[in-house]
C-alpha cells in the first residue's frame, strides 16, 4: 500500500535529518546539509527550487569556568554568546532594573537573579515581538560594558521548553556582553560573594556562515497561489525531531504525492530556515521577497511539530473565508487522525496574519505538554515521532490543496 511506502519512506527522512545530521542549527554545515537535500529531494518530483541565502552566524562553544574565593561554580555558556578570556574582575549583584540602572557596572562581572532573571529576554533584533522592558534592559547593559554577565534563573513557564532548568536568559547573536547561565540555587550561593573578585572563562565563538530558505513551486500561476510552510532548522541542542523534522518530512512526502500536479494554481512548498534562531532570517527573507505579492496568496498553510507519537494531528484556522474554512473541514473530515484543535501564535503562520492572509496551521493536539516537556530539549528525538502520523498529514494536505485548486 502506498501509506505503508511512504511510512518507511517518513521513518529514513527522520532518521537522516536527526541521527545522520546531528545538528540543524542555522549556520551550521548540517542545516546546509539538510537544505541541500530538501532541495534535491522536492526537485526530484519535479518542483521547481530556489534557494536564497542569507547571511547567519554558526557558534561553537566548549565550556566556561566560574570561580570566586578558590570555590568553583556552575556556569553554562548562553547561547550564541561572545567568548571571554579567562577574567578577573568584582561580582556586583543585581535583582531589579532599578538597581541595573542605577548600579555601576562597567568592567564588572554582573550577576542577575530574582526579578530581573525570571523570564528570558527577546533578542535585541527579533522583529516579531520585542518588549521595551527587555531592549531597555539589553541597552542598559551595552551601554554601562559589564565584562560580562551571570544569569541565574529558574524556570520560565512561557517559554517553549518551558520545563528547561535552568534557563538561558540570553540567546542573541547580536548581543555584545558574554554571557552565562545557572541555576537560582547557585546564584543564591555565589550572592554572598558580593563585592569579591570573580574569575570567569567563556570559551565560545561566533563564526559567519551563510544559511538559506529553499522555495519549491509548481502550477502554471504562481499569482494565484497556496503557500505552505515548515521550518527546517533545529533549535541548539536539540535533535529537533518533532520540532520541526517532522513539519518538513511532511513537506518531502507532499511533494511526492504531487508529482503529477499540473494544475493551474500555483503551489509553493518552503523550508524556512531560522524559525528557531535569534534573528529569523529566513523568515526576514521570505517577507521582503513576498513585499507587495502577499494579495496573491489564497491560503498560507503552516506545519510544525506534528506527529507527537501521543494523542492526534491537531489543525486551526485563522481568518479564512467561508468557502476555504469549509473546504478544510470538509476535506480533514475524513482523516479522524486529524482533529481542530485550539489556536496557538508560535509558528511561522504568524508571517500570513500579520498581513491578513488566510492561514491554517497543523500540530499537535497535545501542543503544552509538548512545549512544556518535549520542544527546544534533547528529548526531541525521531522515538517522539510516528512516522504514520506524518504520511496521514501529507495526504490530507494533497487533497486538500487539489480541493482548492479544483482538480
Known sequence: MISDYLSVKAASYLHHLCV???SRRTGSAGNR???DFFAATVASFGFATETPAFECIDWIENGAYLSVAGLAFEGRVSPYSLGCPEARAPLVVVSTVAELETQDIAGKIVLLRGEIAREQLMPKEFPFYNPDEHQHI???FETKKPLAIVAATSRDPEMVGGGVYP???FEDGDFEVPSVYTTDVEGERLAAFAGQEVSLEIRAQRIPATGCNVLACKGARQDRRVVVFAHIDARIGTPGAGDNASGTIVLLLLAELL??????????????NGEDYFSNPGEKQWLNQN??????ILLGINVDDVG???GRVGYSLYDCPPKIAGTIHVVLASYPGIVEGDPWYQGDHGLFLIHQIPALAFTSELLVELMTEITHTPKDTPEMVDAAKLVVVAQALRDLLLS????
Open 33 to 35: 546539509e539538510a537544505t
Open 167 to 169: 534557563f538561558p536568559l
Open 20 to 22: 545522520d545530521i546531528p
Open 291 to 296: 513585499a507587495g505579492r502577499f494579495d496573491e
Open 308 to 310: 507527537y507519537v501521543k
Open 259 to 272: 508529482a503529477d500536479y499540473t494544475g493551474e494554481t500555483g503551489i509553493e512548498l518552503v523550508a524556512m
Open 404 to 407: 482548492l485548486a479544483g482538480g
Open 138 to 140: 539589553i541597552h542598559l
